[in-house]
């Protein structure tokens, strides 16, 4: 068995049923395109982005078509990533805490059981 297809089984045992996990660390002309989780669904898409010490105000994230821009400044430097969408999202949330950000973009409804893992963290609406 592929060591990609056991890390696969593994988070969706521990998150839920997923159709794909990509995990992304790298470096890039400067610029730092941080660790990043990325969930599948059928009409979901969770992403988990390690971003230690940002500004909540400096992090900005836009959905163009079904692409998600993510830029900022953290402590260790600027940061971007281009994440290609499996589908045009017809809403998003997302929220910055301890040096992570979660960004959930969904389609038809509003995934209310992926968005009560979080509840009690506030929301930030993306543009």
């Keep these: 068995m592929k060591i990609s297809s056991l890390l696969r089984m593994v988070l969706a045992r521990i998150f839920g049923k997923t159709e794909s996990v990509k995990v992304l660390n790298a470096r890039e002309e400067g610029v730092i395109l941080p660790y990043t989780e990325i969930k599948y669904g059928k009409n979901i898409i ?16 836009e959905v163009r078509n079904r692409t998600l821009y993510i830029s900022g400044k953290s402590i260790i430097g600027d ?3 281009e994440i290609n969408l499996s589908f045009t999202p017809d809403g998003a949330s997302g929220f910055y805490r301890n040096g992570v950000l979660v960004i959930i973009v969904w389609r038809k409804n509003k995934p209310s059981q992926v968005l009560n893992r979080y509840k009690g963290i506030s929301e930030t609406a993306l543009n």
């Design 46 to 61: 969770e992403i988990l982005m390690d971003i230690p010490g940002a500004q909540h105000e400096s992090i900005k994230a």
């Design 79 to 81: 940061f971007y990533r």
